[in-house]
């Protein structure tokens, strides 16, 4: 739990420049007393300017630091150094640098110098600097603190200037509600959220608009792959369709092959045949020729036969005669020899036509050729081959027409295939353009679904954030309102006001139910009344401090740290009393809350004894000028 440890303080101020003034802060209340102009309000300057860098009120150009004409110095540097315990539990100091210089026209600059701020061990800061930046150690420490600059300002922290905020005017008041509630951080975080979701939705449009024309393209891509599929599947059915027609082909090329080759044997014997009835029927002609010559030659044979002999009866009767007349006929003998000699001259032309006797040995021979071939024919057996014959003309025309039927299965399959093929290119060349469209549509469809459910879950976000906001506030607010009535009852002496609260309205303005505007009222029987220019000035200044206590309670969870300064002022002596001991409860109540740290700063000597006799704390802190009019801490003991 964050608490206050040790103020170290150089040059600020009344402080000197040239001494450190120490304080340290007790638990659970430290009490500072001191004259008016003592020095007392510087402390709490400080402890707000080390914790958020905030100078007070009205001192740009360097009215917080030393004034060097005081300090007889052209240049005074101040620090401030501030132990505490983080949230975490964590030991911690900060220190701050500035410096102020005085030109030689009298004006006066101020600087911030490097500060650092670090885990502390023994009295220095320890190896492992959180940082040295001013604007990184305003962030950082408040977050080491576990309260918000808000609250560290305006209820931690807050001048004694400022004290009076919470009866301020309306706007004021809201900037403070506001900035405690951290309303804006909310409000800016759910614009952001809504701005976002605006964006997204936008984006989210075009990127529909991007998948549906991917869903398009993937549809064609589809369609292509399908038909890519389809070819592929029709190529390879008709590939398998062509090769088994090519086979089938084969066979039956081979089956007609063998089939004709094997009708060759009756074609051969009707070859033969044919062959041998045409050499038949040639022998038959020459014969019939030899017959006729025959015929002719035996009716001369015989004519000549009868002839000779009737010639050689003649002859030889003649020759009786003639030999007896052979004298006489000498002259006739001559005659009768030449008769003879033409009758031997026909005899041999006989013998000639004889020798055609040998075509009649060549006609028998004829015929026993014709025989011959015949008997060859009709070894052959014809009705077989007859058989063959038909049987062949039936089926080879049939295996015939088949084996063309394939041929031209065959070709179409191979023209098919071939187009099919052409079509599967041109197909594919249209597809290598949707190449990556899968993985595009998948992220495209990823990048929407994303986007659609991130949408959803900002509406989600900011709807909840909304009401988050609201809930938060309302819960907040009751429990401060609790916190003052409680506060209010115990402390308040007076009897016209039984107690006071802050409203929260909606801001019409604004339109939006998460801005409101504040107001602190008083009630007096069931009557409520705006306190604001109605109050009193002790009113005033209880109000503020409860106030201020209810929200350090509230929203200073990790905190308990409250600086009042001065918060007897304007209080008449009964509720100063009656603060003492509203005070003291609160101490005792919550002494043992390891972050509970209450630091009290009063002028006010009978409101420090008052606290002094609850023996809620052993020492208090005096502040004093010493005789250089330097501001000095002292540590009392009570009593
Ligand atoms: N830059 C400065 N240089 C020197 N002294 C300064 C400077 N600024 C303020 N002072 C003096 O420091 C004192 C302011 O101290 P501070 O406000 O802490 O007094 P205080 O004890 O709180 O008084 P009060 O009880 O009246 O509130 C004043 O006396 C003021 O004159």
Redesign the pocket.
Known sequence: MASLNKLAIRGI??FDDKNISVIEFFTPVTVIV??????????I?CLKYASTGDQPPNTRG??????PK?ANEKEVKAQVKLRFRAANGSRMLAIRNLSVSVKKTGAMTMKTLEGVLGPLVTSKVQRGVISTKCAEMDVEIPQLLGVSKAVLENVIFCH?EDSYWPLAEPSTLKKKFDDIFEATKYTKALDAIRGLRKDKVAELKTEKAKLEGLSKEKATADSLRNKLSDLTADIAQNSIELDQKREELRLQTDSNKKFYESSTKFREIYIKVDGLNSTKKHYQEELDALKENLHELAGIHMFVKAKRARALEDCNTKIDELDAEIAQFGQQLEGARKELSAIEKEINESNATVSNLRDNIRARKLVQDIAKTQAEIDEYDLEEAAKAKRLFEEKYQLEQEKQTQLQSTVARLGGSIESLQQQLEVRKEEFNKYNAINSQYREQLVTVKLSDMANADLEKYAKALDSAIMKYHSLKMEEVNDTMRHLWNKTYQGTDIDGIKICSDDDKNTGTKRSYNYRVVMTKDQVEMDMRGRCSAGQKMLASIIIRLALADSFGQNCGILAL??PTNALDTENIDALASSLIDIINERKNHANFQLVI?T?DESFLRKLGQSNVMEYYWR?SRDPRQK?IIERHRFG
Do not use: C, L, P, Y
């Open positions: 101020r009344s001191g004259h008016n102009g003592s020095g007392k309000t510087t402390i300057e360097g009215a917080f630091i030393h004034d005081m004694q300064d001065e700063i002028h502040v501001s």
